[in-house]
C-alpha cells in the first residue's frame, strides 16, 4: 500500500518560486507500473493537472504552465519534486501529489494535500 | 488535449435515489475515463477506472458506463456517505465536478 506525503512552505511570495516534495513510502518510485504527478486545487474550485515523472526522469507538463514547472525524481530518496515559478495568487491552491498507473492512467494513491497560498 | 464536459453542475437528491453523472468527451477515449469522488478537505478518492471497473472496496452501488464519447457515473440507491463532489478524469483533463448535495 503506498503512501504519498507532501512537504514545503505553506507560504510564497508572489514571483518567487514555489517548491515540494511529494515522499513515497510503502514501495519504490523505481517502478515501471506509475507515473508520479502532481494535481492542483484552487479553493473552492476544481482539480488541475501539472504534470507527471516518470522514474527514469521522462516529463510531461500541462501546456498551460509548462513554461513554469519543473518536476523532478530522486529515487535515492524515493521522493519526486515540483517547481513552480513566477508564482502569482492565482496559484494559490492545495497541491497534491498521486500515483498514475500506466495501465489506464488513473490516479490510486493521493497525498492528503498541503495549501500553499501566494502572498506578500 | 481532450475537452471533458461534465454534467450537472450540481444535484440535489435524498436517501435512497438513484443518480447519475454524466461526462461528455470531446473525441473518442477509447475507455480511459475514471471518476473519483471528494469529500471537503480530503483528496479525492478513485471509484471507477477504465469506464466500468469498480477500484478494489469500492461499494458495489456505483457502477460505471459508456455510449460512444458519453460516460456515465449511476450510483443505484444513495447512501448519506456518498453526498460529496464526483470528477471525471480522462489522462490530463478532469471534467468541471458534480456536487451532489442532500434534497
Known amino acids: 500500500q503506498l503512501q504519498l506525503q507532501e512537504s514545503g512552505p505553506g507560504l510564497v511570495k508572489p514571483s518567487e518560486t514555489l517548491s515540494l516534495t511529494c515522499s513515497v513510502s510503502g514501495g519504490s518510485i523505481s517502478t515501471n507500473n506509475y507515473y508520479w504527478v502532481w494535481i492542483r486545487q484552487p479553493p473552492g474550485k476544481g482539480l488541475e493537472w501539472i504534470g507527471n515523472?516518470?522514474?527514469?526522469?521522462?516529463?510531461y507538463y500541462n501546456s498551460s504552465l509548462e513554461s513554469r514547472v519543473t518536476i523532478s525524481v530522486d529515487t535515492s530518496k524515493n521522493h519526486f519534486s515540483l517547481k513552480l515559478s513566477s508564482v502569482t495568487a492565482a496559484d494559490t491552491a492545495v497541491y497534491f501529489c498521486?500515483?498514475?498507473?500506466?495501465?489506464?492512467?488513473?490516479?490510486?494513491?493521493w497525498g492528503q494535500g498541503t495549501l500553499v497560498t501566494v502572498s506578500s | 488535449d481532450i475537452q471533458m464536459t461534465q454534467s450537472p453542475y450540481s444535484l440535489s437528491a435524498s436517501v435512497g435515489d438513484r443518480v447519475t453523472i454524466t461526462c461528455r468527451a470531446g473525441q473518442s477515449i477509447s475507455g480511459y475515463l475514471n471518476w473519483y469522488q471528494q469529500k471537503p478537505g480530503t483528496a479525492p478518492k478513485l471509484l471507477i477506472y477504465g469506464t466500468s471497473s469498480l477500484q478494489s472496496g469500492v461499494p458495489s452501488r456505483f457502477s460505471g458506463s459508456e455510449s460512444g464519447t458519453d460516460f456515465t457515473l449511476t450510483i443505484s440507491s444513495l447512501q448519506p456517505e456518498d453526498f460529496a463532489t464526483y470528477y471525471c478524469q480522462q489522462r490530463e483533463t478532469f471534467g468541471q465536478g458534480t456536487k451532489l448535495e442532500i434534497k
Open positions: 498521486a500515483s498514475e498507473q500506466l495501465d489506464w492512467y488513473f490516479f490510486d494513491y
Open positions: 515523472i516518470y522514474y527514469a526522469g521522462s516529463t
